[in-house]
């Protein structure tokens, strides 16, 4: 049972580069979320989904993109990376609305 | 939407004091309350919470309360040991989405 894990667990992109985080859980939960956290702002949502293939706009949603094709993968794309994207990203899940979030080890992300 | 104020932003105990964080909220409809802990370079887990039902909850040496009429709630750590050391972040939650305020970093002096 590896719970949440994150890919990759670094990555250094230039500016206008797309990439994909990948999410994956094996707990078979229902709740996903991406968060990046930035220093003294705290854990801020990208997006989330409620179940497999549905997605909504979290908190800071302008330059991402997300997908949940399948109940236990939450992908997160950048299509053109900008510096202010530089970030650790944080992928959680839950087993229900109001539930405990489980987060990964984190994705350190470096737009030069 | 919801907003969680947090403070301190920086907090030094000496080993064995008590370390209290706190937190405020702003949508009355927020009815759980989680604490998560991050280690340096980890990734944050849970360590206490509470619903909106109860005022208190207890778990050894962490406790956390909750004033629903002031929207404030606080983590209170007590007999504070070197690897209490981490950064502490509250949460908010009515329902979805998770709020969460900008973090304490807490260093427990030996």
């Known amino acids: 049972n590896a719970g949440v894990t994150q890919t990759p667990k670094f990555r250094v992109l230039k500016t206008g580069q797309s990439m994909t985080l990948l999410c994956a859980q094996d707990?078979?939960?229902?709740?996903m979320y991406w968060y990046r956290q930035d220093p003294g702002m705290g854990l801020r949502l990208i997006h989330y989904s409620v179940g497999e293939g549905t997605t909504a706009k979290g908190e800071v949603p302008d330059g991402y993109n997300v997908s949940r094709l399948k109940k236990q993968n939450f992908l997160l794309g950048l299509e053109s990376a900008a510096p202010s994207q530089t970030s650790v990203y944080f992928c959680?899940?839950?087993?229900?609305?109001?539930?405990?979030?489980?987060f990964g080890e984190g994705s350190r992300l470096t737009v030069l | 939407g919801e907003n969680v104020e947090q403070h301190p932003s920086t907090l030094s105990v000496q080993e064995g004091d008590s370390a209290v964080i706190k937190c405020t909220y702003s949508?009355?409809?927020?009815?759980?309350f989680p604490w998560y802990k991050q280690e340096l370079g980890k990734r944050p887990q849970l360590i206490i919470d509470i619903r909106s039902n109860v005022g208190e909850k207890k778990d050894q040496r962490i406790a956390v309360t909750l004033n629903k009429t002031a929207k404030h709630f606080s983590l209170h750590i007590t007999e504070t040991q070197p690897e209490d050391s981490a950064v502490y972040f509250c949460a908010a939650t009515g329902g979805q989405n998770f709020v969460f305020g900008p973090g304490t970093r807490l260093s427990v002096l030996p």
């Open positions: 949508d009355s409809a927020s009815n759980y």
């Open positions: 707990m078979n939960h229902e709740y």
């Open positions: 959680a899940s839950s087993p229900s609305r109001g539930g405990e979030l489980f």
